[in-house]
């Protein structure tokens, strides 16, 4: 009888035992993959939020404007984002990959109505791919639409409380010029959005884009050109490609008044997602090693009551290693056959989750974190057969030291002391 046999066969003399070691695993192993595909969902839905309020995928702007961007200095934006978007989308090896590509207009102002002043974020942008991007459109109350004419303005429901503004009502803007000048423009307001978040709700306002560059006299610049990508992950290596591409059409010192960065480098975001990622992979795997933990008593318990029989089996000539390898076989599959039922478990549970969503409306709203109300979990199959690994892998870990001290133990005393 071979190893392998004997140890199923072994983890049947009690099965109780074993059962309540598998059981231990499986709710383990079933926690950690829960854990990962919600923390996937919600790792997810931040960057997918941040990089289509902010940043997009890749962010094209001029150098001068990345240098003094908290200013959103019109003097430095793009001077023809319509050529700059076509060159884009010619890039070789770009094609497939871009899912979006929208330019857009950031300005500071301060606004004022009557004797209230509030500085407010003005934002101008196409309004066919915003609805794709900020999405304000979702948000604006009854009796409001989204900018549905030239001139027209929606205002975040926190900011016109602050300045007593309501729909129909004009709202004056004063910002600085490209030509470094003073713009002036009036906007009705067609609507008033509540995001939730208050960041958004209390300072920001949007316009279409041709109504911004007519006020700060931008012709066919922009600030800022967007690309959203259809996986996120592959962003760096479109930003390669495109800095190569626009090296190449607009020659050296073009490229140089160009910078183009993938969201992993620009602000805070990348860095809180992976930070939080290796948070959650430590917890995560203390998890594992606390239900897998019962193996070591379980294993600790079979070798203490089997100590007759291990002095037999080495009186009988079967050698040290053969015996670690039994007693670390009969572990390893306790942890085997939980960690396959929490694999099964995980995937039909999370599936089930990723269609329906966790509802964290009551959570989320006012915190800031540019994250969905809605959590999706993620299931991906190699994060499950990774964890499935794990799960088994621990299991031997914890089992190998009980293992150890069967197979160190000598024939003579094993039967005296048993």
Not at 91 to 110: D, H, K, N, S
Not at 396 to 404: E, F, H, K, T
Request: hydrophobic share 50%; charged share 20%.
């Amino acid at each position: 009888m071979n190893i392998l046999d004997m140890a199923l066969r072994n983890l049947g003399r009690n099965r109780r035992r074993s059962f309540l070691a598998i059981l231990s695993v499986f709710m383990s192993m079933l926690i950690v993959m829960f854990a990962d595909a919600f923390i996937s969902g919600v790792l997810d839905s931040i960057v997918r939020n941040a990089t289509k309020n902010q940043t997009g995928h890749v962010n094209v702007a001029t150098a001068d404007y990345r240098k003094r961007e908290r200013f959103m200095p019109a003097t430095a934006a793009l001077a023809d984002s319509d050529a700059l978007s076509s060159a884009i989308m010619a890039t070789p090896g770009l094609e497939g990959m871009v899912a979006e590509l929208a330019p857009r207009v950031q300005f500071g102002t301060v606004l004022s109505s009557g004797t209230q002043t509030k500085a407010a974020l003005g934002i101008g942008g196409v309004p066919e791919l915003e609805r794709r991007l900020l999405m304000l459109d979702r948000s604006i109350q009854s009796g409001g639409t989204y900018l549905d004419a030239p001139g027209s303005a929606i205002v975040g429901s926190r900011l016109a409380e602050d300045l007593g503004l309501k729909v129909g009502d004009y709202l004056k803007v004063v910002a600085q010029k490209a030509d470094y000048g003073l713009g002036f423009k009036k906007f009705r307001i067609s609507g008033i959005f509540r995001t939730g978040l208050e960041l958004v709700d209390s300072s920001t306002f949007q316009v279409r884009i041709d109504d911004a560059r007519e006020l700060l006299g931008l012709g066919k610049g922009a600030s800022e050109i967007l690309v959203m990508l259809k996986d996120y992950r592959k962003s760096d290596a479109a930003a390669a490609m495109i800095t190569a591409a626009l090296a190449s059409a607009q020659g050296r010192e073009g490229a140089q008044r160009l910078s183009v960065q993938s969201w992993t480098s620009i602000g805070d975001v990348a860095r809180i997602v992976s930070m939080t990622g290796t948070i959650y992979f430590w917890i995560e795997l203390v998890i594992a090693f606390l239900g897998a933990f019962i193996i070591a008593n379980v294993m600790m318990m079979v070798v203490l009551e089997r100590k007759r029989e291990i002095g037999i089996m080495k009186s009988m000539g079967m050698e040290r290693g053969s015996i670690l390898a039994l007693f670390l076989a009969e572990g390893t599959l306790l942890g085997l056959i939980g960690s396959a039922a929490a694999a099964l478990s995980g995937i039909l549970l999370n599936s089930a989750l990723a269609v329906k969503g966790i509802d964290f409306s009551r959570n989320t709203g006012g915190t800031g974190i540019p994250m969905d109300s809605i959590i999706h979990p993620e299931v991906h199959p190699l994060n499950v057969l990774a964890l499935f690994c794990l799960g088994v892998l621990i299991s031997a870990i914890v089992a190998y030291l009980p293992s150890r001290s069967a197979a160190v133990m000598g024939p003579i005393e094993a039967i005296r002391s048993a």
